[in-house]
Each structure stands twice: as C-alpha cells, then as structure tokens.
C-alpha cells in the first residue's frame, strides 16, 4: 500500500524556517523523481520543488533561493527546509512524485506563517 506521510509544518513568524519531511512507502522510492507541492486557501495545488533520482533540484521562482529540498533514500524521505518565510508562503504541503504525480495525495502539512 503507497502512502506519503506529511509532517513538520506549523505557524511560524515572518522570516522564519520549517523543515517539512516525508515519509514514503509502497513503490521503490529510489527511483522515483520527488516533489513538493502546495495548496494554498483558493488556489490551485502548485510544484515548489523537485529533486530527481539523481539528486537535481528545480525550485519554483517564488521559493527560489529560500526553500532546500533533499532527499534520503535509506529512509524513503523528502525533505524541504523553508526560511525566510513569508506570509504568502502559507499553505498546505504536500509531496508527490514529479513528474508527474503518480501516487494519492497525503494529508499534507500545514505552514502558516503569520506575526
């Protein structure tokens, strides 16, 4: 059975970090291109980050230079540290494969970022 566990997330002020992780099982994870991914409240979900297989980064221009992704694969873990938060940074998390999408969506973790 594929899940993808979300956690990490929290209210935090401007100009703070978080380190979101996920936990994946179910399909060999190595293998797989990684992404994190975010809904905010009346948006569409949108890609933030990717990481290959391979270990190649992408970030979306808005979160360029701010957030990290990585990726553990003796623990079946994807990582994404944020900082300098801002408040339209504020959303719910999730990860998935990239590209595209393959697996059911989590719960997500929610990142609010509010003074």
């Known amino acids: 059975q594929v899940q993808l566990v979300e956690s990490g997330g929290g209210l935090v002020q401007p100009g703070g970090s978080l380190r979101l992780s996920c936990a994946a099982s179910?399909?060999?994870?190595?293998?797989?291109?990684m992404g994190w991914y975010r809904q905010a409240p009346g948006k569409q979900r949108e890609l933030v980050a990717s990481?290959?297989?391979?270990?190649?980064?992408n970030y979306a221009d808005s979160v360029k230079g701010r957030f990290t992704i990585s990726r553990d694969n003796a623990k079946n873990s994807v990582y994404l540290q944020v900082s300098s938060l801002k408040p339209e940074d504020t959303a719910v998390y999730y990860c998935n494969n990239y590209p595209p999408p393959l697996r059911s969506w989590g719960q997500g973790t929610q990142v609010t970022v509010s003074s």
């Open positions: 179910g399909f060999i994870f190595s293998i797989y291109g």
């Open positions: 990481i290959t297989s391979g270990g190649r980064t």
